[in-house]
């Protein structure tokens, strides 16, 4: 008897979970996938959709929210969770250009490097850094400083 849907995590302790779901659905093309992962990756998400699975839950959304994804899936819908959408739809938009100064910033925030380290290091006044941090937030839509810390780290390499 098939499973009416199968709940596969990203992460798996041996392997990829991506990659089962492609390797499920070769055998099974009609099997209804549903991510539930605790990575909100637009990669992830984005790979995990090529593959096949037809939703993408995060285990810390609500239940109610859980529940729909499942429901939605198991009906032959699809799903995404809203926090995923929303860094979906982000990661897909053109990023505003960052000045040379604020992509040297962002670049320093990305390498773990305090205020004051990136004021000595560009030869800036930390009051300066943080104008251009505050600029940086403004530019890319991000609330708080821990956001931008993430932002910073997860497009190390790319901020020019």
């Not at 090529?50 to 939605?72: H, N, T």
């Amino acid at each position: 008897c098939a499973p009416d849907v199968v709940l596969q995590d990203v992460g798996l302790k041996d392997g990829n979970g991506i990659d089962l779901v492609q390797a499920m659905l070769e055998r099974q093309s009609d099997l209804r996938v549903l991510m539930f992962s605790m990575y909100d990756n637009p990669e992830y998400v984005q790979r995990a959709l090529q593959a096949g699975a037809r939703g993408y839950v995060l285990k810390d959304a609500p239940a109610s929210e859980i529940l729909a994804a499942i429901d939605a899936v198991a009906a032959g819908g699809t799903f995404l969770s809203p926090a995923v959408s929303r860094r979906l739809f982000r990661a897909q938009q053109p990023r505003p250009i960052l000045s040379p100064r604020e992509a040297e910033i962002l670049s320093a925030l990305g390498r773990g490097e305090s205020s004051k380290q990136i004021a000595t290091t560009l030869a800036l006044s930390v009051r300066t850094v943080e104008a251009h941090r505050q600029s940086i937030k403004r530019k890319l839509g991000l609330e708080g400083q821990a956001e931008l810390i993430k932002y910073a780290v997860e497009h190390a390499g790319d901020n020019r």
